[in-house]
């Protein structure tokens, strides 16, 4: 096994990017500090995989369709490396009706020409405040409809990608079709009104979620691990279903994904997309998943140790992620498996960091202010030559994390 435990950081878009989506000094020490902390799994924010994608990003996103990119997500990848942890990047394929124009004249694409608008009920904690600057969050611009030429090309093109990520270092690439973005929005539908084959019918909604996993698949082989963030339910009326998800979750293990990451609802149900105390309702999902399929899964916001180790032995989930925790406590899993959880900075899940980046700056938190300036703190630099034992090429995800029985952290170290 290649991971060293059950703990990983989930994806979050934290806008440390150059405005063209090339890697910085800030990106990078922000990663390194969470697995220096002891995180056994870095997924990366979302990256933007395609030309047309860029055109549309939610601010400063990283891009990787270029080999001008390769340079900043090697040194990445090395970084978290040297630290102790394994890295997979997310890998998006556009966002959909949740992109933002940037080039006039320009409308973002989607299934079908239906824009967002998230029902004020709805909102995130401590968001209702500031409307007045957040309507480019909660009502999205009219999107136009993908044509078939741009699916197919869209689709090989972020296969491209792919095998750039994997010359870049990564261990895995997670293909990001959760709350909300580009692939959701064709399982939806609420959002997709298409009359063609990837419209109607649920074989038909999934078919281009699933083209572009077979895409990927074919491009890389099994030289890493891939697998998918998908919502289980969408929680909205005339959205897709946990039933729906679960037929598409054993489609997605056919194929041959070796991993499953769960996010759920959206921006229009953000009580689901973002919960506002701890949870369990992701690994109730989670549990009626790894009840159809074999792959492991992988369940976020769980920000509690003692929940999370009985969560995996118990079998509801195999991996726990945790994004605002992360943010909080970056060793929150240093602290968790030494058995100092009484020292451990608990996020108070206030989404102050959600507030700092949907204003479009940097991410900030209540309880940690050295989020955003790790690039300042010597600790998080890497050093010279390889730190800890040799990595080897990566295996799949279901060895690295189902080798060692339930345990969160393992009772000895990971073999190679």
């Not at 298409?194 to 999934?206: A, F, I, P, V």
Request: with cysteine.
């Amino acid at each position: 096994a290649l991971i060293k435990n059950r703990v990983a950081m989930a994806p979050m878009n934290c806008l440390y990017a150059t405005p063209d989506g090339h890697m910085t000094e800030q990106e990078m020490a922000h990663y390194a500090a969470r697995a220096k902390g002891g995180t056994g799994l870095i997924i990366t924010g979302a990256v933007l995989g395609t030309r047309m994608a860029a055109k549309f990003p939610f601010g400063r996103n990283l891009n990787l369709w270029h080999v001008s990119h390769l340079a900043g997500m090697a040194e990445l990848t090395q970084t978290v490396h040297y630290f102790g942890a394994k890295i997979f990047i997310q890998l998006s394929i556009g966002f959909g009706n949740k992109g933002h124009t940037t080039i006039d004249g320009e409308q973002p694409y989607a299934p079908s020409p239906i824009p967002y608008a998230v029902p004020p009920e709805n909102f995130p904690k401590g968001f209702k405040e500031h409307q007045d600057i957040l309507g480019h969050v909660f009502f999205g611009e009219v999107p136009r409809e993908m044509t078939i030429e741009e699916i197919k090309s869209e689709q090989k093109e972020y296969a491209d990608s792919a095998r750039l990520a994997v010359s870049a270092g990564f261990d895995g690439i997670e293909i990001h079709a959760p709350h909300g973005y580009l692939e959701h929005q064709f399982l939806s539908p609420k959002f997709n009104k298409r009359t063609d084959e990837y419209g109607g019918s649920l074989e038909n909604r999934m078919r281009f979620l699933l083209e572009t996993c077979q895409a990927v698949k074919d491009s890389v082989g099994n030289s890493v691990a891939v697998g998918v963030r998908v919502s289980a339910d969408e929680h909205r009326p005339g959205g897709f279903t946990y039933e729906d998800v679960k037929v598409l979750v054993k489609r997605l293990e056919d194929l041959g994904m070796d991993f499953l990451h769960l996010s759920d609802g959206s921006y229009e149900a953000a009580d689901h997309f973002i919960p506002g105390k701890d949870s369990t309702h992701m690994l109730e999902e989670a549990k009626g998943f790894k009840e159809l399929v074999d792959m492991p899964v992988i369940t976020p916001s769980i920000h509690s140790p003692d929940l999370a180790e009985s969560a995996i032995n118990e079998g509801m989930t195999d991996m726990i992620s945790m994004g605002r925790q992360s943010l909080a406590d970056p060793e929150w899993a240093n602290k968790a498996q030494a058995g100092r959880t009484d020292e451990i900075t608990k996020c108070v899940r206030c989404n102050a960091c959600f507030l700092s980046v949907n204003t479009v700056k940097f991410v900030r938190c209540a309880v940690n202010p050295n989020v955003g300036r790790e690039r300042y703190m010597p600790e998080y630099w890497r050093g010279q030559g390889p730190r800890g034992k040799k990595t080897f090429p990566p295996e799949q995800i279901r060895t690295m994390i189902k080798e060692k029985g339930g345990l969160m952290f393992f009772k000895e170290p990971p073999v190679h």
